[in-house]
């Protein structure tokens, strides 16, 4: 990251403000490079019941076997969307970073609440699993190698699905990795705003159980967790309390990334940007453990 481009993004502030989040959003899609001329897209199939239960399915032609990336929108519950409108590329810049890099990538929408409150976003995500795990190999993916990468809401989505065993099916959770983009780990801890209420509901003594810390800690699936320098406090309590949970039951230091000079949405945004600081961070992830379970 350039000095300048630092500046820029630490004179948004860190609280989610509309001039942080549209200007993050200008300063990125004003520097995205463009989609590859190689790219292939199918908009809009569906992976369950709800309206909502859609995908985008992103390659490049003749890719096969290929790890699959599906990226998992944030939006604090109640909002948010696989695809910007007022033509902005995001999150397709996800996408066709995944088929530029030899994956197939997925972005995915998912039910809101409040109409849909706490377990519909690990139930969503056991739906879309078992939808890739039946589906991806006939757009060239690999279905023993899927990643979901959530940012903010859709992180906790992520964690949520993997932390809590009851949601996966009777042969395990399906994934080769998770990517968690700011996440909240202890909902209980958890600033409780009227998003996070709209979703877990006002019955605080049930927040603990929707918690994923231990569950996170103690599941094989690999993870790796990323927190921004200019994150929300919140997040970055979280991330935290998660680093210091993880070293206590693991005696070493979890997979997680302090994104120097980034905010809470300009990680995801820069994908597809020159020189990108998420875009090697995942890259190599997947390197790292997409041949484990083989």
Known sequence: ??????????????DLSP?????????FAASFTGFSALTQTRRDLSYGPDERHRLDIVRQEETQSAPVLVYIHGGGFVMGDKRSPEGLPFYDN???FAARNGMIGVTVTYRLAP???????????ATLIAWLQSNIARYGGDPAKIYLMGQSAGAVHVASYVAQPRF?????????????????YDIAAADANPFHKAYYGDDTAAYPACSTTDGLIESKVPVLATVS????TDFQKQAASYVAAYAEQQQRFPRM?????????SPVLEIGSPNSTL????????????????
């Open 229 to 232: 320098e200019f994150d929300v």
């Open 1 to 14: 990251m350039t000095p300048d481009l630092r500046t820029r993004i630490e004179a948004f502030g860190s």
């Open 94 to 96: 996800v996408s066709d």
């Open 279 to 294: 875009e090697p961070i995942i890259s190599n992830f997947v390197a790292q453990t997409a041949n484990q379970g083989e």
């Open 257 to 265: 990334h302090w994104l120097a000079g980034h905010n809470h949405l």
């Open 115 to 125: 109409d849909h409150r706490w377990p519909a976003g690990p139930e969503d995500m």
């Open 19 to 27: 001039t942080m989040m549209q200007g993050t959003q200008a300063l």
């Open 168 to 184: 996966h099916q009777p042969s395990g959770p399906g994934l080769a990795g998770a990517l968690l983009i700011s996440c909240i």
